[in-house]
């Protein structure tokens, strides 16, 4: 995709974010690689009124704080630009307060392998990372660790991240977490799920790739 293309898909994705209802106003954002740098939803934006001009250029390597753009970057730019340096894999990162997902990381209560589609996280279980004060730096360190062997993560009082190589892969796995989520609580209202065990998920992964789940949501 050209630069242009990316944008508008970004803008595109951040609408849907809240159309889908795994994102309420301003506070998700969503970043995308693209030759070395990062193009990332604006601070402080609605959705309805951005524009693909508004997505601003962060570089990935380095420490220079510094953007392009006629608005400032996402005030959670530093995790996404983490994100990005640490696992080469990740093409694009989707950050939002979905309800259920959301609702867990209050709870500080990592969601466990309760469903077969777990596996397409990269592991058994989805973690909660520690908690820390938006856009910062521990924040940042603490995805990172809940991320570690995963591709999603809840933020502790906070929301939920997951990446994908893609932006249309990122997006469908938030909802796919989101909806996990809602099920997973649905469960413990009812006597609690059943967790399958770690070789069931490696086994539903294992057949996934098989399938081409990976080839039909990239």
């Given at each position: 995709m ?10 595109e ?15 998700g ?10 193009l990332?939803t ?14 601003a250029?962060v570089a990935i390597?380095?420490?220079d704080?510094?953007?392009?753009g006629r608005r ?9 630009r983490?994100i990005l340096?640490a696992?080469?894999e ?5 950050h ?18 309760c ?12 973690r ?5 004060t ?29 990446f ?8 469908w796995?938030?909802?796919?977490l989101e909806t ?10 009812i006597?609690?799920?059943h ?24």
């Open positions: 050209t630069e242009a293309e990316i944008r508008r898909a970004i803008v994705a951040c609408r849907a974010m809240n159309a889908l209802g795994i994102n309420q106003g301003t506070s954002n969503i970043s995308v690689r693209h030759d070395g740098t990062m990332i604006p601070t402080s934006t609605p959705y309805d009124e951005m524009c693909p001009e508004d997505i250029a390597p380095g420490e704080e510094t953007w392009k400032p970057p996402s005030t959670e730019w530093r995790f996404h983490d340096r696992r080469p990740a093409g694009a990162i989707v939002a307060h979905p309800p259920y997902c959301t609702a867990l990381a209050i709870a500080r209560r990592d969601i466990p392998g469903h077969y589609m777990m596996a397409v996280f990269g592991g058994t279980d989805v909660v990372a520690d908690y820390a938006f856009g910062t730096s521990e924040l940042s360190r603490n995805a990172l660790a809940a991320l570690e062997g995963r591709s999603a993560c809840l933020l502790a009082n906070h929301g939920m991240i997951v994908g190589p893609s932006l249309r892969r990122a997006m796995a938030a909802v796919e996990i989520a809602r099920q997973y609580y649905l469960s413990l209202l006597g609690g799920p967790i399958l065990s770690d070789t069931e998920i490696a086994d539903a992964g294992r057949k996934l790739g098989a399938y081409g789940a990976q080839e039909k949501v990239a």
